[in-house]
């Protein structure tokens, strides 16, 4: 079991780690949007914002509730 643990806690945290630059480069396309006034820039980076967020959430969330899941099992 520990090898599936760390399996599925390596996926977790990838995702985790993806989601958390996502945010990070749509913050910057943020700041471009306000500096330049542009609406569409700016919604954009928003709705890249909030589902990045929901991405990093999601992944570690479900990992650390399989793993919980994995350890309850017993042969």
């Known amino acids: 079991m520990d090898q599936a643990e760390k399996v599925i806690m390596l996926i977790a945290a990838v995702l985790g780690v993806v ?6 480069l749509n913050v ?3 700041r471009e949007g306000l500096d330049t006034g542009d609406d569409r820039t700016t919604t954009r980076a928003i709705t890249g ?9 999601a992944a570690t969330g479900l990992g ?3 793993i919980g899941l994995l350890g309850k099992i017993q042969f």
């Open 28 to 30: 910057n396309k943020l």
């Open 64 to 66: 650390a509730h399989a």
């Open 49 to 57: 914002i909030v589902i990045n967020g929901v991405m990093a959430v």
């Open 19 to 24: 989601s958390a630059v996502g945010i990070m």
